[in-house]
């Protein structure tokens, strides 16, 4: 699997057109996606959420909303059509037109938490109320909203004066009330018979698992579908896992390892222990260098420049099994503009410039790194299917192998043997020698020049 996520409100917007529509989603565009050997779209913030059309700007992030604090779980975002009366129709054809050059679609799940101005068959039972309470917003227009008795916000607050840092415009849902099960499920079970594919399911670690062995198991009754889990403590991966994920977030683990190497200067060799750690859950792992919630690879609060990724981005999609994604705009190299925090925002109506730009020729080289890497892990049974052999236990012996810098690993299966080797030095390449001990020559049929090399 290679996921593109797509933010249609930002993917198709220009300083002409406030916000990005599915017709946006063409066929050239499901084209030119599809060149990076992309196989599944995962459409984000498609669902009817916050906004000034739904909601009080008191509860409101930003001018357009947030993705992530649902309004109507049964409806379209009213935003993203051509002509609103016939959104959910504009949808269902733009998931046709994925599905019809090859490619599978993805949308969001938000089963932990709500809109506070939630529009459907909820009652006070499926959240937590703050019995004679009242609900203060952190925002400069708060009396302009009244609620009581409060509800506890979406990240578990249970105060009814959240903070601007809290997700002080949702509320979280009551997993002790079955209700809430029942009615999570037949949400699901609709998109399925709209025909999405699978959902990324956000915040998963903050629903009991317990729900989710029970749910998925109910929606693979009558549908195949892919569940991703966003999920940040790995002591709950393997629980998560045996309950039906297909795949998880792996943000604290290779993302974080990977950050921490560019940024402070963390020994390359500290990849050993993503692995490690992982206790046979690699393959499990979405690997990833941007999402809606991360820094622009390429801005000024992270690496500066697209080509500064490249080290990064390849050892994240060449390291394991499993699935990789990258974010719209990535592919260009986006750099998200003026953004005062690097990211592309979620809550406001943005553009993409990369992609405005796109045929412009620096853009287009960062497209071919991209698409030449993907193309080269899509085409490589080492990589899809292969095995995994760390080389950081032996090299750092060697004189001119420095895993301050360097990561080397082999991928291999049947004849197709790979020797990766990463330089993370950005300033200075280097001539390396890297030993493969006994054990891995002999398991592996590997001669000396036995292996192929590509230079990316």
């Given at each position: 699997?290679?996921?593109?996520?797509?933010?249609?409100?930002?993917?198709?917007?220009?300083?002409?057109?406030?916000?990005?529509?599915?017709?946006?989603?063409?066929?050239?565009?499901?084209?030119?996606?599809?060149?990076?050997?992309?196989?599944?779209?995962?459409?984000?913030?498609?669902?009817?959420?916050?906004?000034?059309?739904?909601?009080?700007?008191?509860?409101?992030?930003?001018?357009?909303?947030?993705?992530?604090?649902?309004?109507?779980?049964?409806?379209?975002?009213?935003?993203?059509?051509?002509?609103?009366?016939?959104?959910?129709?504009?949808?269902?054809?733009?998931?046709?037109?994925?599905?019809?050059?090859?490619?599978?679609?993805?949308?969001?799940?938000?089963?932990?938490?709500?809109?506070?101005?939630?529009?459907?068959?909820?009652?006070?039972?499926?959240?937590?109320?703050?019995?004679?309470?009242?609900?203060?917003?952190p925002t400069e227009n708060a009396s302009d909203y009244y609620e009581f008795p409060a509800k506890a916000t979406g990240n578990d607050v249970f105060s009814p004066t959240p903070s601007l840092n809290d997700w002080y415009d949702t509320v979280k849902l009551n997993y002790t009330n079955h209700d809430t099960w029942d009615k999570m499920l037949k949400i699901m079970q609709f998109w399925c018979g709209i025909g999405v594919d699978g959902f990324r399911c956000d915040m998963a670690e903050m629903v009991p698992v317990e729900f989710w062995r029970w749910a998925i198991a109910e929606l693979r009754k009558?549908?195949?579908?892919?569940?991703?889990?966003?999920?940040?403590?790995?002591?709950?991966?393997?629980?998560?896992?045996?309950?039906?994920?297909?795949?998880?977030?792996?943000?604290?683990?290779?993302?974080?390892?990977?950050?921490?190497?560019?940024?402070?200067?963390?020994?390359?060799?500290?990849?050993?222990?993503?692995?490690?750690?992982?206790?046979?859950?690699?393959?499990?792992?979405?690997?990833?260098?941007?999402?809606?919630?991360?820094?622009?690879?390429?801005?000024?609060?992270?690496?500066?420049?697209?080509?500064?990724?490249?080290?990064?981005?390849?050892?994240?999609?060449?390291?394991?099994?499993?699935?990789?994604?990258?974010?719209?705009?990535?592919?260009?190299?986006?750099?998200?503009?003026?953004?005062?925090?690097?990211?592309?925002?979620?809550?406001?109506?943005?553009?993409?410039?990369?992609?405005?730009?796109?045929?412009?020729?620096?853009?287009?080289?960062?497209?071919?790194?991209?698409?030449?890497?993907?193309?080269?892990?899509?085409?490589?049974?080492?990589?899809?299917?292969?095995?995994?052999?760390?080389?950081?236990?032996?090299?750092?012996?060697?004189?001119?192998?420095?895993?301050?810098?360097?990561?080397?690993?082999?991928?291999?299966?049947?004849?197709?043997?790979?020797?990766?080797?990463?330089?993370?030095?950005?300033?200075?390449?280097?001539?390396?020698?890297?030993?493969?001990?006994?054990?891995?020559?002999?398991?592996?049929?590997?001669?000396?020049?036995?292996?192929?090399?590509?230079?990316?």
């Amino acid at each position: 699997m290679i996921i593109y996520q797509l933010f249609p409100r930002v993917f198709g917007a220009t300083p002409n057109k406030r916000c990005g529509t599915f017709s946006d989603i063409n066929d050239d565009a499901i084209e030119r996606i599809k060149s990076l050997s992309v196989s599944h779209i995962w459409l984000t913030g498609v669902i009817r959420h916050s906004g000034w059309r739904d909601t009080n700007p008191a509860v409101t992030k930003g001018n357009a909303g947030s993705p992530y604090a649902i309004v109507d779980y049964y409806d379209i975002d009213p935003d993203l059509a051509d002509n609103e009366a016939n959104r959910m129709e504009e949808f269902e054809n733009a998931v046709k037109r994925i599905h019809s050059h090859g490619l599978k679609v993805i949308i969001d799940f938000v089963p932990n938490h709500l809109a506070r101005e939630y529009k459907g068959d909820f009652t006070d039972e499926n959240f937590y109320v703050l019995e004679n309470q009242k609900f203060v917003a952190p925002t400069e227009n708060a009396s302009d909203y009244y609620e009581f008795p409060a509800k506890a916000t979406g990240n578990d607050v249970f105060s009814p004066t959240p903070s601007l840092n809290d997700w002080y415009d949702t509320v979280k849902l009551n997993y002790t009330n079955h209700d809430t099960w029942d009615k999570m499920l037949k949400i699901m079970q609709f998109w399925c018979g709209i025909g999405v594919d699978g959902f990324r399911c956000d915040m998963a670690e903050m629903v009991p698992v317990e729900f989710w062995r029970w749910a998925i198991a109910e929606l693979r009754k009558s549908f195949k579908i892919i569940m991703i889990a966003e999920i940040y403590q790995p002591n709950l991966y393997r629980s998560y896992v045996e309950a039906g994920f297909d795949y998880l977030y792996d943000k604290v683990g290779l993302y974080n390892t990977l950050e921490n190497i560019y940024r402070y200067g963390q020994r390359a060799d500290s990849i050993t222990d993503v692995w490690k750690n992982l206790n046979g859950l690699d393959d499990k792992m979405l690997r990833f260098m941007e999402n809606h919630d991360e820094v622009r690879l390429a801005s000024r609060f992270f690496m500066q420049k697209p080509e500064n990724a490249f080290p990064f981005v390849a050892l994240s999609a060449l390291m394991n099994r499993g699935p990789f994604m990258i974010y719209n705009g990535q592919e260009y190299g986006e750099d998200a503009g003026d953004s005062d925090n690097g990211k592309t925002s979620i809550f406001n109506y943005a553009t993409l410039p990369s992609m405005i730009r796109k045929s412009e020729s620096s853009f287009a080289r960062v497209f071919d790194f991209y698409k030449q890497l993907l193309h080269f892990r899509e085409s490589h049974p080492a990589i899809l299917q292969g095995e995994f052999y760390d080389l950081m236990w032996l090299n750092p012996w060697y004189n001119n192998f420095d895993p301050q810098y360097v990561y080397a690993f082999l991928r291999y299966h049947g004849d197709d043997k790979l020797l990766i080797v990463i330089n993370f030095n950005l300033n200075e390449g280097r001539n390396v020698t890297v030993a493969l001990p006994d054990g891995a020559k002999y398991d592996i049929e590997m001669s000396p020049g036995g292996f192929k090399t590509i230079q990316l």
